[in-house]
T-cell receptor, first 112, second 112 residues
Framework: DAKTTQPPSMDCAEGRAANLPCNHS???????VYWYRQIHSQGPQYIIH???NNETNEMASLIITEDRKSSTLILPHATLRDTAVYYC?????????????FGSGTQLTVLP | GAGVSQSPSNKVTEKGKDVELRCDPI?????LYWYRQSLGQGLEFLIY????????KSGLPSDRFSAERTGGSVSTLTIQRTQQEDSAVYLC??????????FGQGTRLTVV
């Protein structure tokens, strides 16, 4: 899996959009970009994933650059409950073994 | 059940004893992962099962750790001769053959 790089921490005001960046400059053509988050003392929760096109679901939007070397997770209206560690992962869907390799992530703190 | 179930939720054991941690994945999911997370640290990959393929054991930290998955469903992670450094939250996740992974709430293991 390609290595991803994320800022260690970010703050966001409640009600504003949270934009979390991720660099994955060595991503290969068959690797998807996944985002998970982990709220304190809970198991990680899937948020969204994409390959080339931008994606949106009920939780967030994922913007992937045209060269696929970076992406941004957008939480459109952050709430206090969105405070968590956010993990960006590049993972292939092919092959007999597929690890999800979690890095250090970004600690997002939503401020009242 | 609707999600990944892990048992026990908490386990306190004496140093040197063996422990077994259980994971019930979501029905029909062919992939199953084990991770551990020490206090304040990120997720450390341990082992990955995918269907009938040989498991990826590359993350197991020592030969005291082993895991099996019976009938492609329930998995058991066994730690022999536990040490204090084994204290952590052990997380299990399951996934369809490709796509998002669903995590359980983890087993908190404390070795005293």
């Amino acid at each position: 899996d390609a290595k991803t790089t994320q800022p260690p921490s970010m703050d966001c005001a409640e009600g504003r959009a949270a934009n979390l960046p991720c660099n994955h400059s060595t991503i290969s053509g068959n690797e998807y970009v996944y985002w998970y988050r982990q709220i304190h003392s809970q198991g990680p929760q899937y948020i969204i994933h994409g390959l080339k096109n931008n994606e949106t679901n009920e939780m967030a939007s994922l913007i992937i650059t045209e060269d696929r070397k970076s992406s941004t997770l957008i939480l459109p209206h952050a709430t206090l409950r969105d405070t968590a560690v956010y993990y960006c992962i590049a993972s292939s869907h092919s092959g007999s073994a597929r690890q999800l390799t979690f890095g250090s992530g970004t600690q997002l703190t939503v401020l009242p | 059940g609707a999600g990944v179930s892990q048992s026990p939720s908490n386990k306190v054991t004496e140093k040197g004893k063996d422990v077994e941690l259980r994971c019930d994945p979501i029905s029909g999911h062919t992939a199953l992962y084990w991770y551990r997370q020490s206090l304040g640290q990120g997720l450390e990959f341990l082992i990955y099962f995918q269907g009938n393929s040989a498991p990826d054991k590359s993350g197991l930290p020592s030969d005291r750790f082993s895991a099996e998955r019976t009938g492609g469903s329930v998995s058991t992670l066994t730690i022999q001769r536990t040490q204090q450094e084994d204290s952590a939250v052990y997380l299990c996740a399951s996934s369809p053959s490709v796509g998002r992974a669903f995590f359980g709430q983890g087993t908190r293991l404390t070795v005293v």
